[in-house]
């Protein structure tokens, strides 16, 4: 994994000095969890026990996970990550703080994952957000990504009870033939 950037960000690796500014800024915002598969943290301990384990996580080749910085200020605003692979393709993740959001921020960052994850080798690339942030739907539509799928199922593995309609996209380094 290589440091990446955009015209208005850096997209860096995450530092234990990140700590406070990552509770600060998103993780502790419920706002921001609502849609998310974790929920927000109560404690900087919390915060400090995912970031050991976010660390630790660089030491695998297939880590892929940025900060995502503005350029202008250096300020971290959020997080971009491959959160896992289904069928061999990686899942991106992301999230940032609620004061960055609707500024473009994402849909920029996306794009330069995007990019990355295609020149790694990977042939697609799946992104999933729930149906009500609307907001997520359309920074992977923005991107060019295809709906595949929907389901109805719990939020996250935390909030058993929080059914919601899942919508299951792809992006294809070629387009697939359409049969």
């Known amino acids: 994994m290589r440091e990446l950037e955009t015209s208005r960000l850096d997209l860096r690796y995450i530092r234990e000095?990140?700590?406070?500014?990552?509770?600060?800024?998103?993780?502790?915002?419920?706002?921001?969890?609502?849609?998310?598969?974790?929920?927000?943290?109560?404690?900087?301990?919390?915060?400090?026990?995912?970031?050991s384990y976010v660390l630790k996580e660089y030491n695998k080749q297939d880590c892929y996970r940025w900060g995502i910085a503005l350029k202008s200020t250096g300020e971290?605003?959020?997080?971009?990550?491959?959160?896992?692979?289904?069928?061999?393709?990686?899942?991106?993740?992301?999230?940032?703080?609620?004061?960055?959001?609707?500024?473009?921020?994402?849909?920029?960052?996306?794009?330069a994952v995007v990019k990355e994850l295609f020149e790694n080798g990977y042939d697609t690339i799946v992104i999933e957000a729930a149906d009500e942030n609307i907001a997520s739907n359309k920074v992977i539509l923005k991107n060019g990504f295809k709906l595949v799928a929907a389901r109805e199922e719990a939020l996250s593995e935390q909030n058993p009870d929080m059914i919601v309609k899942i919508n299951s996209y792809r992006l294809y380094k070629h387009n697939p033939r359409e049969d």
Not at 21 to 28: K, L
Not at 84 to 105: F, M, T
């Open 76 to 111: 971290l605003i959020g997080m971009i990550d491959v959160v896992g692979y289904h069928n061999g393709a990686p899942v991106v993740g992301y999230c940032s703080g609620k004061a960055y959001w609707g500024n473009g921020y994402m849909t920029e960052a996306l794009s």
């Open 17 to 51: 000095s990140d700590t406070q500014r990552i509770y600060e800024c998103w993780a502790s915002d419920k706002d921001v969890a609502k849609f998310l598969t974790w929920n927000a943290h109560e404690s900087i301990e919390q915060t400090k026990e995912y970031m």
